[in-house]
C-alpha cells in the first residue's frame, strides 16, 4: 500500500471521528506503510495508565472504503507529547497533525 | 492463535459462562464478575494489533476508552446495523456511565471501600464486612435499560471475528 494511500485513509478517518464525536480535537497522524496510526485528542477521556498509549486496533475494512488496518488512541490534551508512544510508533516529532 | 484471538475467543467463552449463571439460584454477584471480565478481555483484543504474537496488551481498564473509540468506527457502526447520522454515538454515550461503573467493579479499582463482585469488604455505612454474593450491587439490575442496551452490544461485539 503506498504511502498515500494510508494517508488518505488517515485523513478520512480523522475527519470521520470527528464528525462523530464533538469532543475529539485535534488528530495526530503517525505516518507508516501498513497501517493507520493515530492519536486523538479527547476532551473527556480517562487519563492514560502508566503515561503510556495502548492503542485500539482495527482490521482493514475495504467495502468501507478502509483497505488497511488502523491503529487509534484517545488521549487528553495535557497528555500530548507527554504519554509514551507503541515502540513500532516511534516518537512524537514524527506526528502529523491532520485534524 | 495471537494475542489478539486469544483474548477475544476467552471474552466469548466468559460470556457464554456468564449465560449459563442467569439463574436466580445463582447469586448476582457471579454474574457481575464475569460481566467485568468479559468487557476487559474484550477491550484487550482489541488493544492487541492483528497478528501480533510478541506482545500481551498491559492495561486493565479500558472499556470505556474502547467504547469511546468504536464511537467513530465505519466498520463497526454498520456491522451493528446503524446508519451514518447520530444514532450509534448516541447509543454509545447512553452506555459510558455503566462502562465506568463495570470498570470500577475490578478489584484493582475498586479498592477496599467499593463494592467489586469477587472479594469481601467492609461496608463504610455499616462497618459490617460483607461478602459480594449478599451485596445488591445497585445500578447494576438487570432489568435496567443501560444494563440491556450494555448486554445487547457485547453480544453483537463478541462474534466480530477481528
Keep these: ?59 482493514s475494512d475495504p467495502i468501507h472504503d478502509l483497505p488497511v488496518p488502523s491503529g487509534i488512541a484517545l488521549i487528553r490534551p495535557e497528555e500530548v507529547r507527554r504519554v509514551r508512544l507503541p515502540a513500532k510508533w516511534g516518537n512524537w516529532d514524527l506526528a502529523k497533525e491532520i485534524g | 492463535m495471537n494475542w489478539r484471538e486469544a483474548f477475544l475467543r476467552q471474552a466469548r467463552s466468559e460470556n457464554s459462562v456468564r449465560n449459563r449463571l442467569n439463574d436466580p439460584q445463582i447469586e448476582y454477584s457471579h454474574r457481575l464478575h464475569y460481566l467485568q471480565m468479559d468487557t476487559e478481555k474484550l477491550a484487550k483484543g482489541y488493544r492487541a494489533p492483528p497478528n501480533d504474537y510478541d506482545h500481551s496488551p498491559q492495561v486493565h481498564t479500558g472499556f470505556v476508552r474502547f467504547l469511546q473509540t468504536l464511537k467513530g468506527n465505519i466498520s463497526i457502526r454498520g456491522i451493528l446495523r446503524y446508519g451514518p447520522g447520530p444514532g450509534f454515538n448516541l447509543f454509545i454515550d447512553s452506555l459510558l456511565d455503566l462502562a465506568t461503573k463495570i470498570e470500577q467493579l475490578a478489584p484493582s479499582a475498586a ?13 463504610i455505612g455499616t462497618g459490617e464486612i460483607r461478602a459480594p454474593v449478599d451485596y445488591d450491587f445497585p445500578g447494576f439490575s438487570p432489568r435496567e435499560l443501560s444494563m440491556i442496551r450494555m448486554e445487547a452490544l457485547i453480544r453483537q461485539l463478541l462474534p466480530i471475528q477481528n
Excluded: C
Aim: no cysteine; hydrophobic share 30%.
Design chain 1, 1 to 59: 500500500m503506498a504511502k498515500d494511500d494510508v494517508e488518505k485513509q488517515a485523513k478520512y478517518l480523522a475527519a470521520e471521528n470527528k464528525k462523530n464525536d464533538p469532543d475529539i480535537g485535534k488528530v495526530y497522524w503517525f505516518p507508516d506503510e501498513t497501517e493507520v496510526r493515530l492519536v486523538e485528542v479527547h476532551s473527556n477521556v480517562p487519563v492514560s495508565p502508566d503515561g503510556e498509549i495502548e492503542p485500539f486496533y482495527f482490521r
Design chain 2, 111 to 123: 479498592g477496599l471501600t467499593k463494592p467489586n463482585p469477587e472479594y469481601p469488604l467492609r461496608d
